[in-house]
């Protein structure tokens, strides 16, 4: 990811937005909106990796993993909440969720709350 696009991720999830998420037991997601830019972020807590949709005055400017890879199909009420007409263009896969463990994550058992001080 180039700096300048670093820079407008990093200023964006300083914006408004609603609560992060928690959804299936593993995703911890949210979005932020500032005038010239919105953002979606997610981490997957049990795989540590990370997904994130920028989109610079309403058109879609980073993708990762890439616009053309399918996305974990549990992200995709997030997404749609987020960016409807980006979601029906996506591809979801239900192949990327690793089937789930016994044990929940140690941010996912901790229930509500987990985030405060």
Sequence with gaps: MSAGRQRVVSDALRGAGPPLAVTDARWVHGHAVIPLARVFLAFDTHTESVVILLLEEGRPSLFIPPR???WPVALRPAVREFAPEMAAQMRFSAALQPARTQTP???CAAGPGWGSS
Excluded: E, H, T, V
């Design 68 to 70: 053309i890879a399918p």
């Design 105 to 107: 994550c140690r941010w």
